[in-house]
């Protein structure tokens, strides 16, 4: 436990914001947001690869994309380093943190798709990861747990790059929060942590619009008559 972000320069908040324990609250969401974004960086990548030589992707689900771009080895490489550092730390933190270790390979999308779901939730005990503390795995350039997360990052930049996306709006559920205009027009950008009245123009952060929709459905539940 310190008293500043793991991160040092690399901290989103500047050092601003609590550390939980190795990093700031603000770098643990954002890097926990990204690695989970590497699964639909994978897809959409192997989305550019021409039929013939499609990879399977397995039970990752992903609307394809719009207008792609060539196929050159970049694309092959660049799906590769995020596989390879995703199941890399995958068992890293499975050795450290004494989980199941699964026997046995599994596809490319299935071994993401399980990478992730250890990583994402873990991006904070795998900043206070040092040298080759974790057990056993294959070697990497990325050692630490600092240099893996903005590895991680930046893969997931490059790969939004490559593909050619451009950020989605993402319509969500539920009122505009505020008293006079209430509209059910609230967006959210692809990869923003902003949401956004169409109609009256005001914006929350994610995490404040989640907090007014619980409260609304916990309301709900309160008016609705017992069962039976």
């Known amino acids: 436990m310190t008293d500043r972000c793991a991160l040092g320069e690399h901290c989103h908040s500047g050092n601003d914001t609590p550390i939980r324990r190795h990093l700031c609250v603000v770098c643990e969401y954002d890097h926990a947001r990204d690695v989970r974004a590497l699964v639909y960086d994978f897809v959409d990548l192997t989305q550019?690869?021409?039929?013939?030589?499609?990879?399977?992707?397995?039970?990752?689900?992903?609307?394809?994309?719009?207008?792609?771009?060539?196929?050159?080895?970049?694309?092959?490489?660049?799906?590769d380093d995020i596989r390879l550092i995703l199941t890399h730390w995958e068992l890293r933190m499975r050795w450290a943190q004494r989980l199941f270790v699964p026997p046995g390979a599994v596809r490319d999308g299935h071994a993401?798709?399980?990478?992730?779901?250890?990583?994402?939730?873990?991006v904070d005990?795998?900043?206070?990861?040092?040298?080759?503390?974790?057990?056993?795995?294959?070697?990497?350039?990325?050692d630490t747990g600092v240099l893996a997360?903005?590895?991680m990052r930046?893969?997931?930049?490059?790969?939004?790059?490559?593909?050619?996306?451009?950020?989605?709006?993402?319509?969500?559920?539920?009122?505009?929060?505020?008293?006079?205009?209430?509209?059910?027009t609230l967006t959210r950008l692809d990869g923003s942590d902003t949401v956004t009245c169409?109609?009256?123009?005001?914006?929350w952060t994610y995490p404040d619009y989640q907090a007014y929709v619980t409260l609304k459905v916990t309301a709900i539940e309160k008016k609705r008559p017992p069962s039976g």
Do not use: F
């Open 112 to 122: 993401v798709q399980r990478a992730v779901d250890i990583i994402a939730p873990r």
């Open 154 to 184: 930046e893969l997931h930049g490059v790969a939004r790059a490559r593909v050619g996306h451009h950020a989605r709006t993402i319509a969500l559920p539920g009122q505009c929060p505020d008293r006079i205009c209430r509209a059910e």
């Open 48 to 79: 550019l690869i021409p039929r013939g030589r499609h990879l399977p992707t397995d039970a990752i689900s992903r609307p394809k994309p719009g207008p792609t771009l060539p196929l050159d080895a970049n694309i092959l490489a660049l799906r």
């Open 198 to 203: 169409r109609t009256c123009g005001n914006a």
């Open 125 to 142: 005990a795998i900043a206070g990861i040092r040298d080759n503390e974790g057990g056993p795995a294959d070697p990497s350039p990325y």
């Open 149 to 151: 997360l903005l590895r």
